[in-house]
Nanobody
Framework: QVQLVESGGGLVQAGGSLRLSCAAS????????MGWFRQAPGKERDVVAA????????YYADSVKGRFTISKDNAKSTGYLQMNSLKPEDTAVYYC????????????????WGQGTQVTVSS
């Protein structure tokens, strides 16, 4: 089992930045790929970014390329999502997820999920 806890969400003005954290416990974090997802009211949960176990591979949704950066610190058992140049359309609940297989994370089929953190971007 892996437990994931997100933090770092909040209210920010358009153009601002936030860094989300995903703290993992339970199993060896370095064994897992992880990803960030978001869900706005009335919409499906979409993948935002994903990273492989040792950070050799990354994936970004087109809507966040060049603005968001995913990273993973295995020594701290924590993943991060640096979000810059935020837009009102980035407003959503953000979730992190983990799985042994990178492609499963990208496909929103990760075995482990956090509870989410709210990000609100005002115009």
């Amino acid at each position: 089992q892996v437990q994931l806890v997100e933090s770092g969400g909040g209210l920010v003005q358009a153009g601002g930045s936030l860094r989300l954290s995903c703290a993992a416990s339970g199993r060896t974090f370095s064994s897992y790929a992880m990803g960030w997802f978001r869900q706005a009211p009335g919409k499906e949960r979409d993948v935002v970014a994903a990273i492989s176990r040792f950070s050799g591979r990354t994936y970004y949704a087109d809507s966040v390329k060049g603005r968001f950066t995913i990273s993973k610190d295995n020594a701290k058992s924590t993943g991060y999502l640096q979000m810059n140049s935020l837009k009102p359309e980035d407003t959503a609940v953000y979730y992190c997820a983990a799985d042994l297989i990178f492609e499963r994370v990208v496909a929103r089929r990760g075995d482990y999920w956090g509870q989410g953190t709210q990000v609100t971007v005002s115009s």
